[in-house]
């Protein structure tokens, strides 16, 4: 089983930033499309930023100039750099992973980090 391991949610003031780390194992790190996505309460999960092995990346149009998405492929980390934040960007922040090992489609998820804008 692989594990994702999300990590630096937190509670911050409208106006601020947060960066989320999400820690891989190196093979998928290197492969994957890796991306993040989030869930508000009583709302679906939504795909907020991706990012490609080739380094191609794609953003929701809420998030778009304000958060940024990257990999570190020597530290097995993807990061979101969350700038500006709102109070509608309050959700559960999961990591995902998605790719092919020989014929077979995975997908895998962190357990989530938490992310509060309030003041």
């Known amino acids: 089983q692989v594990q994702l391991v999300e990590s630096g949610g937190g509670l911050v003031q409208p106006g601020g930033s947060l960066r989320l780390s999400c820690a891989a194992p190196?093979?998928?790190?290197?492969?994957?499309?890796m991306g993040w996505y989030r869930q508000a309460p009583g709302e679906q999960r939504e795909l907020v930023a991706v990012?490609?092995?080739?380094?191609?990346?794609n953003y929701a149009d809420s998030v778009k100039g304000r958060f940024t998405i990257s990999r570190d492929n020597a530290k097995n980390t993807v990061y979101l750099q969350m700038n500006s934040l709102k109070p509608e960007d309050t959700a559960v922040y999961y990591c995902?992973?998605?790719?092919?090992?020989?014929?077979?489609?995975?997908?895998?998820w962190g357990q989530g980090t938490q992310v509060i804008v309030s003041s």
């Open positions: 190196k093979r998928i790190i290197s492969t994957f499309v």
């Open positions: 995902n992973a998605d790719g092919l090992v020989g014929p077979m489609q995975y997908d895998f």
């Open positions: 990012i490609t092995s080739g380094g191609t990346t």
